[in-house]
């Protein structure tokens, strides 16, 4: 580590050690000064997945108010870096607004609502993956209907582990022991879930979410076009979504 670099690092814990003490505005802003490059980076990550339309400007300034959240709520005292929490909460808020504008046609949310029940019964009833076969089959559809109702749904899974990840997030606040208990079955499931997937399936959800690539870089790595990792990524989630609609009903 170079000189800089450490200074760099004691200057901003120092900041986070007099702001936590006096909360005083300057200081605060000069924490957000500190941080904005994350915001940037979080919205350059999130719009390769997103439809064109989506505007990464939107996607900053809605990130700008998550990056506040995280500020305020950050305990420095626990030894958790600020980057690893605030990303969510950045993230999380670039999602709840895009949500909230609900640009997802109704037409295409109704188709994957199809798609997802068909996966979820037909691999509850098969014990293991389907295949596209087998699917198209469930829906009535062909082969090729299917990959083309595939390639509609991908502006449907909007880095939907989101969803996955915020049952980790969460468990720090619960207070009933059972509510502990049920969080991490479910993150268990979920892990067994996302190890049962096809193999390169499971190998673009690894990529994508675990190692932070985005979907050109793994169409580099395993040498198929950007589509067909789109195509892969969407399927992988559906079965995902599947999986946890038949663990949450286990609690029910």
Known sequence: ???????????????????????????????????????????SRLAMSLPQHVDKDDLISNGFFGLLDAIEKYDHGRGIKFETYAVVRIR???????????????????????????????????????????VAAELGISTSELYTLINQLNASTIIPLEDFTKIE????????????????????????????????????????YYEGLTLKEISLILKLSE????????????????ALSRIKSSFI
């Open 92 to 134: 999380g808020a670039m999602l709840d607004a895009i949500r909230s504008q609900d640009w997802v046609p109704t037409s295409v949310r109704q188709k994957a609502k199809q798609y997802e029940q068909a996966i979820a019964q037909l691999e509850n009833q098969l014990g293991r993956s389907a295949t596209d076969e087998e």
């Open 169 to 208: 997030t969460s468990s720090n606040h619960l207070v009933n022991p059972s509510d502990h208990i049920e969080v991490e079955e479910v993150k268990q499931a979920l892990a067994k879930a996302i190890d049962k997937l096809p193999e390169k399936e499971k190998l673009v959800v690894s990529l994508y």
């Open 1 to 43: 580590m170079t000189e800089n670099n450490q200074s760099q690092i004691d200057e901003i814990t120092n900041l986070w050690l007099t702001y936590q003490q006096s909360k005083k505005t300057q200081i605060r802003e000069k924490i957000i000064e500190h941080y904005l490059s994350l915001v940037k980076l979080v919205a």
């Open 227 to 242: 589509a067909r990792i789109s195509q892969l990524h969407t399927k992988s989630i559906f079965r995902l979504r599947g």
